[in-house]
């Protein structure tokens, strides 16, 4: 079993069908292939054993998803790097995954030249756009592989993949995917989230290095034509340009932030975006008040995907069907829900003891199933933490309701106690987010001598708003427990994010633990 044979299956079933579009350009499956296994043969050529990982540091583009169908193909393990990190960032993933060759394209030249002396163990740095003298380049690898290179033989659970966590509370760490993972999420997908077919267009908005080059296995597979955003940004309208020159039906994967940003856009009146039928997304929670915004304006062909890197893309899934404004309370709720468990998934929601909890209360989402990770990458310690008790544990807490829908809370280390009460950030969240004014919310603890915490609300009021406090107050006041109301408010420009639009709560409690070090609440 080789993930990588899935790009081999769509070139023999569709050999000229249009596979990748960008900048004008187009590919068929049987031109992708052969790229891709003549870079199979030159990492091949130049050492690349079973095993060995393969560093991914480019932006959206085809060389990019051939980079990784060949470290497929050839044995490798593909450790994609998300472009908006810096050097110092990347170089810590390069080294610490022990990679023996890294696939750059010219925008991150600089950054690899400041780092490289600290990178001993790469053997090869490999130019899309050529490079420096000491640098291979890209085309020339291809000009000396083999296009017919056969695919390595790999078994079901090795491991092809490493997916560096985004480190929102320490160091990144590297889960290890295996090709019987990916498999199962490429053949789930297609029978439970969307039956792809080869007259799809299928848009990369966001980040391939992220949920979107998981994606590309099973859209590979259905045979459909994958759009590659070529915006150095998320730009609104050029994506809605792309949506119309291409009759793009199916955006792939976003982050809620990014269909944010597209439903806040004023160019979206501008386009026709009727070939749309569906919108993926998942990587955070998306406030209830922002969904519906995004019902009201495309209907239900949203999609949210509820899976993390350890368990890629698969666990729960809210689907479009119940994606829908209703007089029903009850069917309304489920918008904040992350929808139902997948098949072949198993979740129990366990309390601290590891006794699973009742419905409607409140536990730690743990898994299993064979989507999920083989353990993370030269640490023994966090992998025996993750699988304790031989089940894996997620770290988001949640709850089930009656009709099993699983509702995520927050991440265990960002719940907040204020005197011996959990409070979940979320939940403010959402309330503060029904002000008509907000754009965005952030909730969370802050030191409190007396109380041990105390919740801090920042708020990201929409442009030119008056939004006060007491507005926001009596809207808490209105809708939650009077122990879960912020105590603190601090109106803000922005909110800062990680590279892939997460709000970062570790990066704000650390800013803001300074001006509330000595805070003793009444």
Not at 220 to 244: K, W, Y
Not at 388 to 408: C, M, Q, S, V, W
Request: glycine share 8%.
């Amino acid at each position: 079993m080789n993930i990588g044979s899935i790009l081999s299956t769509a070139a023999a079933r569709h050999p000229e069908h249009i596979a990748v579009i960008y900048k004008g350009q187009q590919r068929s499956f049987r031109a992708f292939n052969q790229r891709a296994n003549r870079l199979a043969s030159a990492l091949r050529s130049m050492g690349l054993a079973k095993g060995d990982r393969v560093a991914v540091l480019q932006r959206n583009c085809p060389e990019l998803m051939e980079t990784m169908f060949a470290s497929f193909k050839a044995g490798g393990v593909v450790v994609p790097i998300n472009a908006r990190l810096h050097p110092r960032e990347y170089q810590f993933i390069i080294a610490h995954s022990g990679a023996k060759f890294v696939v750059f394209t010219k925008e991150f030249a600089d950054g690899m030249a400041a780092v490289r002396a600290e990178l001993p163990e790469v053997s090869c740095f490999i130019g899309v756009d050529g490079g420096a003298s000491d640098t291979l380049c890209y085309d020339d690898l291809l000009a000396a592989g083999a296009p017919d290179d056969a695919d390595a033989e790999t078994a079901e659970g090795d491991v092809c993949w490493f997916f560096y966590t985004s480190g929102t509370t320490g160091r990144p760490k590297g889960a290890m995917v295996t090709h019987g993972n990916l498999r199962f999420m490429t053949d789930h997908y297609l029978s439970e989230v969307y039956p792809l077919l080869p007259q799809d267009m299928v848009l990369h908005a966001g980040p391939l290095t992220h949920g979107s080059g998981l994606w590309m296995l099973p859209i590979t597979l259905g045979g459909a034509t994958q759009v590659i955003n070529d915006s150095p940004s998320f730009d609104p309208e050029h994506i809605f340009g792309l949506i119309e020159r291409h009759k793009v039906s199916k955006i792939a994967f976003v982050a809620p932030t990014m269909i944010t940003m597209l439903l806040r856009s004023p160019a979206i009146a501008r386009f026709d975006l009727s070939s749309l039928k569906f919108i993926g997304y998942g990587g955070a929670n998306m406030l209830v008040e922002d969904l519906k915004r995004a019902i009201r304006q495309w209907g239900p062909m949203l999609c949210q995907i509820y899976g993390q890197g350890e368990s890629p893309m698969t666990i729960s899934m809210l689907e479009r069907q119940d994606h829908v404004l209703s007089e029903d309370p009850r069917i309304e709720q489920r918008l904040a829900s992350a929808g139902k468990v997948r098949a072949g998934i198993s979740v129990t929601v366990l309390d601290e003891n590891a006794r699973p909890v009742s419905v409607g209360e409140i536990g730690e989402v743990c898994i299993t199933g064979p989507v999920v990770m083989k353990g993370y990458w030269r640490d023994d310690v966090a992998t025996a933490e993750a699988f304790k008790g031989g089940i894996y544990h997620t770290g988001d807490l949640a709850r089930f309701d009656e009709d099993g829908y699983l509702y995520l809370l927050d991440r265990k280390k960002e719940m907040i106690i204020s005197g011996g009460a959990n409070i979940y950030p979320r939940e403010v969240e959402e309330i503060l987010a029904l002000h008509p004014d907000v754009v965005e919310v952030a909730v969370i603890g802050i030191p409190d001598r007396l109380w041990g915490e105390s919740v801090l609300a920042l708020v990201r009021p929409r442009e030119n708003a008056a939004v006060t406090e007491g507005s926001l107050i009596a809207l808490c006041q209105e809708n939650l427990a009077g122990y879960k109301k912020p105590r603190y408010f601090r109106f803000v420009d922005d909110l800062p994010k990680n590279a892939y639009g997460k709000i970062l709560k570790r990066e704000l409690k650390q800013h803001y633990a300074a001006e509330f070090a000595d805070v003793v609440t009444p």
